[in-house]
């Protein structure tokens, strides 16, 4: 607060982020309706429960370097697992997704803010209360919830210990509140991209990013009133007596697998959509070409969207499903495959005969598409009935899970990080650093979760704390490349912080990138384009072709510079 | 892959239309190889529907290789060749689309994806191991249902063997064969087509077999009709595989596949064996866990070890 600067007093009051304006970082711990103070509180939050997921990780790896339960007790790696889960999907990568949509939606698509500003504090604020909530069960009696995120019953309605308030209702109350949070958050983000486009901007000049995060709220919208509707039904099993689930009260518990499938495998779709849009976004700008067939590759997003939501048997393969039933949802998962190959071969089009530009963010992309392309091949091998049965439930499904969720969904999001950051905090980060936590990280994922997949071959159940001596070198390769992850946070978090708080200025337009974002200074005033919106006269991804994005371009790439 | 006729923004010279041709044969051999080396990383076949899974794995793992392969190999040629050297701004060529590639990597994984399910269902088709469900309310039920079948001549065809009940516990294994036996390891005779009885008496159990390729949850308030055929004498393991709480890791045995009059003499020695309380692993860790202070945190106590003619024996080693 000691610059010698004088502002403006009214400049030091504002809540939102004024350029120049000494860093009032209360703001990040307020009730604030500014898009881009919410993206930022996402981010940060969200990627600080993505170290204690970490380290939960850490733990479990530990226990499993060997084969016997040794490090804990079996019912602390139960809740372990349950937590380690249950953080990394509801208190990282949805948050920090969403600190996306909050970040560049309004920007992209020359809004102001967000079309309900309260609205989304309001989603925004349910994210402490319901991490405070899940990491509160760590101090009930009895633990945390010890039944993996997805509880099915009657295992999670046991209740040992008979106790009103229990790690499982704690669990339950804050999955239904981050659904409530994210249903708050969908209404507001597809709202915002249907009715708050900058003139000139049709469905087919918007970019992909914003295309992918309506196909995934779209998602949200459709499938988690089924899910929370699920959860209270479980809750109310667990709490209050009922048998919804109960075979003795004429309940069934295969009733749950369909409500929770229902909403959680599409949202695997919800968190890798924005991932194919930061992708879609990332290449252009790093190989210097257009993206290609880029109006296939936005009707591509809403496609697995639909398909999203018609696969949720293939989780149920074993679980006395008859064969017609197999059958129907192994065809129609197997036609995800079509919509995300599209993806996957215009991302390799683009590269081709390109200039490549090799920046951490660019490295991350890389690496995430080559291990999305290995991760769908084994999802083809999942959808499979008759090799499903085999590897169902087994590591298999663990390596092939997390080469999606981590290796190609979280690869995205630091991709992200790295080339946003400039735009979002007026800073740019030290390659160097990047391009170690990117070598780390990439080797770290491959030594981790590529020998799970030969450990479920051999027929290793997922969950277990102890194991036969047989899967012992495979799961030891596995805790050295998760510790290997754990040591590569260390870089990124060591370039996020200096950066931030001394890294050198960034200009608005680092990367010489093409979209509304770019023509915006760094960072961006809290009304983005103000009164001043421009007009878009073309499609998004030029490179190369020499056609302004919008009308009176030079006008605004001046301003930004000004500011 | 066709990825690499991206190649072709200008007429197809022979020079690179023969460099993709050795491409793709090369990328042809590996997968090959690839296909024939996955063989190797499941455990030994030891079911009828063994080797049908494991063909199909094949295959996948074939298909899989050579779009891995070809996608990669192509990002690999873009890293070398197409690497914009440092301070130069230009960009790359403004390719925007192509249609006739879009179509074709449009229509080529519907088919390659369409003709493995149609692969995978007609294998389906063959192993047929999924028997009928019936719904019930409680164990008692489930039990009466399952003996009653086992005294009526229902679903016994002639070459088979059962029906077995197979009943999971928190956290135990129980089989009872026709004749009364009752064991805590499976015994099943070789070449003929078991059937079970799949019966969860408290929380979801999986019936899982990995030498034989099969998996089947058994779910509380249902009973499921299952059979297979075991194809190898051997020891093998047989897992939960739905997660069933506390000493979910614990809850495995083995299962003993003999020639049917090995099998059929175990049977008559098992039936003059005493009851007694089978070897329970679960049972041992909760005791030593009350014996340290129970520490920990909550899980429901392991069911009472099933009363049983032959117990497992731990130290017995598995083939696989």
Redesign the interface.
């Known amino acids: 607060m000691s610059s010698s600067v004088s502002f403006d007093p009214r400049v030091l009051k504002t809540p939102q982020p004024v350029p120049g304006a000494p860093d009032n970082w209360k703001r990040f711990f307020s009730f604030n309706t500014d898009a881009k103070v919410i993206g930022i509180q996402y981010i940060a939050t969200a990627l600080f429960y993505l170290l204690v997921g970490g380290v939960l990780a850490m733990i479990m790896r530990g226990e499993l370097i060997t084969p016997a ?1 040794d490090l ?5 790696y ?2 372990l697992y349950t937590m380690h889960g249950t953080v990394m999907l509801f208190l990282f990568l949805f948050p920090i997704l969403n600190g996306f949509n909050n970040l560049l939606i309004p920007p992209m698509i020359g809004a102001p803010d967000m079309a309900f500003p309260r609205l989304n504090a309001a989603a925004f604020w349910l994210f402490p209360v319901f991490g405070v909530i899940l990491m509160a069960s760590f101090l009930v ?4 919830s ?3 995120w ?1 509880a ?1 019953p ?2 999670s309605i ?1 209740n ?2 008979g106790h009103f308030i ?2 499982q209702f704690l669990w339950i109350l804050a999955v239904a509140l981050s659904g409530i949070s994210s249903i708050m958050g969908a209404i507001n983000f597809v709202t915002t991209i249907i009715r708050m486009r900058a003139p000139g901007m049709g469905w087919f000049r918007l970019p992909i990013f914003c295309w992918t995060a309506m196909a995934a709220q779209t998602i949200q919208l459709v499938g988690l009133p089924v899910l929370t509707a699920g959860a209270v039904l479980l809750l109310f099993d667990l709490s209050f007596g009922t048998s919804f689930y109960r ?8 009733l749950y697998q369909h409500f929770f499938w229902f909403y959680s495998h599409p949202a695997v779709y919800v968190m890798v959509l924005p991932v194919f849009g930061i992708f879609s976004e990332l290449f252009p700008v790093y ?4 993206l ?5 590759v936005a009707i591509a997003s809403f496609g697995i969207t639909v398909l999203s939501l018609i696969v949720w048997v293939h989780h149920m393969f ?3 499903t ?2 017609w039933m ?2 129907l949802f ?2 129609t998962t ?2 995800i ?2 919509p995300t ?2 993806k ?3 991302w ?2 683009t ?8 920046t951490t963010a660019m490295l991350f992309c ?1 690496g995430g ?2 291990n999305f ?2 991760a769908g ?2 999802g ?2 999942l959808a ?4 499903d ?2 590897v ?3 590591y298999f499904v663990v390596g092939h899970f997390h080469t999606v969720i981590f290796s190609t969904i979280t690869f995205g999001i630091y991709a992200g990080i790295y080339h946003w950051f400039p735009k979002f905090t007026g800073r740019m980060t030290y390659e160097g650093l990047g391009k170690l936590h990117f070598g780390l990280t990439f080797v770290g994922a491959q030594l981790n979760f590529i020998p799970m997949h ?1 450990a479920g ?3 290793m ?8 001596p ?1 899967f012992a070198f495979a799961n030891v390769l596995a805790s050295l490349g998760a510790f290997l992850l754990g040591v590569a946070m260390i870089p990124f978090i060591l370039n996020i912080v200096s950066s931030w708080a001394r890294g050198p200025k960034a200009p608005p337009n680092p990367w ?1 990138a093409i979209g509304l974002e770019w023509l915006l200074p760094s960072p961006p005033p809290a009304e983005n384009f103000e009164d001043d919106v421009p007009t878009v006269i073309s499609g998004p991804y ?4 020499g056609k302004p994005l919008v009308e009176n371009e030079a006008h605004y790439v001046a301003r930004a510079l000004e500011a | 892959m066709t990825n690499l006729s991206a190649a072709s923004a200008g007429p197809l010279r022979p020079r690179t239309l023969g460099l993709v041709a050795i491409a793709l044969l090369l990328d042809g051999v590996a997968s090959l190889r690839m296909a024939d080396w996955s063989h190797q990383w499941l455990p030994l076949p030891a079911s009828a529907a063994a080797p049908y899974v494991d063909d199909l794995f094949a295959l996948e793992t074939g298909i899989g290789t050579f779009i891995f392969l070809g996608c990669v190999s192509v990002i690999g040629w873009t890293l070398l060749f197409n690497r914009a050297p440092k301070y130069d701004m230009d960009d790359g060529d403004p390719i925007e689309g192509n249609l006739r590639l879009e179509i074709t990597w449009t229509i080529l994984p519907l088919v390659i994806v369409m003709l493995i399910a149609w692969h995978a269902i007609r294998v389906s088709d063959t192993l047929a191991t999924l028997g009928g469900k019936v719904r019930v309310t409680g164990t008692a039920e489930a039990m009466a249902l399952a003996n009653s079948g086992a005294e009526s001549s229902r679903s016994v065809a002639a070459g088979s063997f059962g029906p077995i009940e197979v009943i999971g516990r928190q956290w135990s294994w129980e089989f009872v064969y026709p004749n009364g036996v009752r064991s805590t390891e499976l015994h099943l005779p070789l070449n003929l087509r078991s059937s079970f009885h799949l019966i969860a008496t408290d929380v979801i159990h999986g019936f899982f077999i990995p030498a034989f390729r099969l998996k089947q949850d058994m779910i509380p308030g249902s009973v499921i009709d299952y059979s297979l055929i075991p194809t190898r004498v051997g020891r093998y393991r047989l897992r939960d595989s739905m997660f069933s709480g506390g000493y979910f890791s614990s809850n495995q045995t083995d299962v003993v596949v003999e020639s049917e009059a090995d099998f059929q003499h175990w049977l008559e020695q098992a039936a003059r064996q005493p009851l007694k309380p089978g070897y329970n692993e679960a049972r041992r860790l909760y005791e030593k866990r009350l014996a340290e202070g129970d520490r920990g945190w909550a899980t429901v106590p392991p069911a009472p070890p099933p009363l049983v003619h032959v117990s497992t024996n731990p130290a017995a080693v598995h083939v696989s």
Do not use: C
């Open positions: 339960a804990v007790d079996p019912s602390v139960n809740g009696p009895g633990g945390p010890g039944s993996g997805w099915y009657p295992q046991q040992p210990l229990n790690g075979p003795e009260g004429g309940g069934d518990p295969m190989a210097r070409k257009p290609f067939g880029y109006k296939v074993y679980s006395g008859p064969q197999r059958n192994m065809v197997m036609l495959a079509v190959g599209i996957v071969f215009a390799i089009a590269l081709w005969r390109g200039k490549l530009r090799l890389l598409l080559v392309i290995f091949i084994t083809v091998m499979t009935v008759p090799v049965i085999h169902g439930n087994t030969w071959l051999m027929g159940p997922r969950r277990v704390a102890s194991y036969d047989e010489q030029g490179y190369g072709l």
